[in-house]
């Protein structure tokens, strides 16, 4: 586990260092929109065609679903109490349930658990994130921040989720799948080549949105709470849900790491869009992912 965190912290680090350096003058915003695109409208999809089209899809799907939406929505319902203790103001609240509830399942997830448990996992990463997190977020999550945002938006953009690309990958290789579709051995090469790029530039596209100004550093008291929800009451959550479902072996450690993943990062656009606290939303990512290097390793030591 710790020698594949380092391999994940220096990809990330990549994309930390070419945010300050900027190589030929290209800025990290430019160079992330252009990774970020890559893989979330090409690489990703072919990753997730690849892996579900033959993945074993049954009880165990839905187990995983399970305990990732439940983590998630007792993530954010002592999130919300905790924001009551603190008496937080609106767009900071909703910035903060995003950040605790939501974590980030395939970016930094995906490639912990293929380096940490092996190929076989990235099917369960898919799926943590596919069949619960990205749903939720573009539901629940939207309905939070237009709670809590500054604005007048009053629709909840669940045609947001027909836009998704590996969404509908997802769909076609269940579909697939399920009529037990042989994959032509040209079409698996083409789609293992595209897949190979998914972490590598997730990783490096996850450095270069991390970042700590003096503002970020004044937004510290509001995320210390996100931290203790989001890295120590969620994995927890779901390693209690994951024993009672009867989850063991590989498939029990790779739920309890994704719901021990730092915060998501795709929030922030919601953080942009309606009005939330985006200062600590973004600090909430950078802290999180820093400390989660250390949690990790300790919620893969105890399952």
Same mark, same amino acid.
């Given at each position: 586990?710790?020698?594949?965190?380092?391999?994940?912290?220096?990809?990330?680090l990549?994309?930390v260092?070419?945010?300050?350096?900027?190589p030929?003058?290209?800025?990290?915003?430019?160079t992330r929109?252009?990774l970020?695109?890559?893989v979330?409208y090409l690489f990703?999809?072919?990753? =997730?065609?690849l892996?579900l089209?033959?993945a074993p899809?049954g009880?165990?799907?839905?187990?995983?679903?399970?305990?990732?939406i439940?983590g998630?929505?007792?993530?954010?319902?002592?999130?919300?109490?905790l924001?009551?203790?603190c008496?937080?103001?609106?767009?900071?609240?909703?910035a903060?349930l995003l950040?605790?509830?939501?974590?980030?399942?395939?970016?930094?997830?995906?490639?912990?658990?293929?380096?940490?448990l092996?190929k076989?996992?990235?099917?369960?990463a898919?799926?943590?994130?596919?069949f619960?997190?990205?749903?939720?977020?573009l539901?629940?999550?939207?309905?939070?921040a237009m709670?809590?945002?500054?604005t007048t938006q009053?629709k909840?953009?669940?045609?947001s989720?027909?836009?998704?690309?590996a969404?509908?990958?997802?769909?076609?290789?269940m579909a697939?799948n399920?009529?037990?579709?042989?994959?032509p051995?040209?079409l698996?090469t083409?789609?293992?080549?595209?897949?190979?790029g998914?972490?590598p530039?997730m990783?490096?596209?996850l450095?270069?949105?991390?970042?700590?100004?003096?503002?970020?550093?004044?937004?510290m008291?509001?995320?210390?709470p996100?931290?203790g929800v989001?890295l120590?009451?969620m994995?927890a959550?779901?390693?209690a849900i994951?024993?009672l479902?009867?989850?063991q072996?590989?498939l029990?450690?790779?739920?309890v790491l994704?719901?021990?993943?730092?915060s998501?990062v795709?929030?922030?656009?919601?953080?942009?869009?309606y009005?939330?606290?985006?200062? =600590?939303?973004?600090?909430? =990512?950078?802290?999180s992912?820093a400390?989660?290097f250390?949690t990790l390793g300790?919620?893969?030591g105890m399952?």
């Amino acid at each position: 586990m710790f020698e594949a965190l380092i391999q994940m912290a220096g990809l990330i680090l990549c994309g930390v260092a070419w945010r300050y350096l900027a190589p030929g003058g290209q800025d990290a915003k430019t160079t992330r929109t252009a990774l970020t695109g890559l893989v979330y409208y090409l690489f990703l999809p072919a990753l =997730v065609l690849l892996v579900l089209w033959h993945a074993p899809l049954g009880t165990d799907s839905l187990k995983i679903s399970l305990v990732a939406i439940a983590g998630i929505v007792l993530s954010m319902l002592a999130m919300s109490w905790l924001c009551n203790v603190c008496n937080m103001d609106r767009p900071t609240r909703g910035a903060v349930l995003l950040a605790a509830a939501f974590p980030n399942a395939t970016y930094l997830g995906l490639p912990v658990l293929e380096a940490t448990l092996g190929k076989e996992a990235r099917s369960i990463a898919i799926q943590y994130d596919l069949f619960a997190c990205t749903p939720l977020l573009l539901t629940l999550g939207v309905w939070v921040a237009m709670r809590y945002g500054n604005t007048t938006q009053t629709k909840i953009g669940i045609d947001s989720l027909l836009k998704v690309p590996a969404l509908w990958a997802a769909a076609l290789a269940m579909a697939l799948n399920g009529l037990e579709a042989p994959m032509p051995e040209g079409l698996r090469t083409w789609l293992q080549t595209l897949a190979n790029g998914v972490v590598p530039l997730m990783l490096i596209s996850l450095g270069l949105s991390l970042t700590i100004s003096r503002a970020h550093l004044g937004a510290m008291r509001s995320i210390f709470p996100v931290l203790g929800v989001k890295l120590i009451f969620m994995p927890a959550v779901v390693l209690a849900i994951s024993t009672l479902l009867g989850m063991q072996g590989m498939l029990q450690q790779a739920v309890v790491l994704e719901a021990a993943m730092p915060s998501m990062v795709l929030a922030l656009v919601l953080c942009d869009r309606y009005g939330l606290n985006s200062v =600590v939303y973004a600090a909430a =990512v950078t802290v999180s992912t820093a400390c989660s290097f250390l949690t990790l390793g300790l919620w893969f030591g105890m399952v």
